[in-house]
């Protein structure tokens, strides 16, 4: 009875390390040009935001995104990538179309904080309908975020006029975007955007 449970323990730890070796799929990290055409980003007339490539903080392949921003009072801002933005050429490494969606339960990536407040991380799905997540930027550094798609919802407070506007998250995801939302100045880095199991 002892060697049945030692060999169905080490099956069972193979399974979950085999399952978790094809666990992943990189999107996006940031390589090549980073600028006004292969990023969409921009912000409201009161306030500043600079994207860039960081050779010296990075944590996939050789840069990640940096942003550079001052939000004021009543600004916003954005810093997206992926397919149908407004950037033909902002698109991901990875074709969304060759993603298996289905296997996949959250999306996450590498973030370098820097005690900046409020960050918020949007997806825009199929129907064209952006969903947020709050992120705290309560951190120094470089930590992995992991969000499970149930935990995004449609945001309230704007959405692109050609969302459908069904409040449900539809597959495939065809862009993300990050837009700081504490007012003040901030530099935030961003790399290794992958969607996972969970
Ligand atoms: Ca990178």
Redesign the pocket.
Known sequence: MGVVLVVSGVLSYYFIASRRAAGFVTL????GRLDHKTVDYGSSDNSLLAVDAAQDI????????KLQYTLEAGGYMWCARGYGLDVLNAVWEKDFQTIPWDQYNAIGFQMYGNQTGTVAFDIKDAGGELHRYLIQDDFSGWKEIVIPFSQFKAREDWQPQSADGNKKLDFPVKSFQWEPKSVGQGVLYF??VRVSRI
Do not use: N, R, T, V
């Open positions: 996006d990290s940031f390589e990075k944590m996939c392949g050789a840069q990640s995104l790399d290794c």
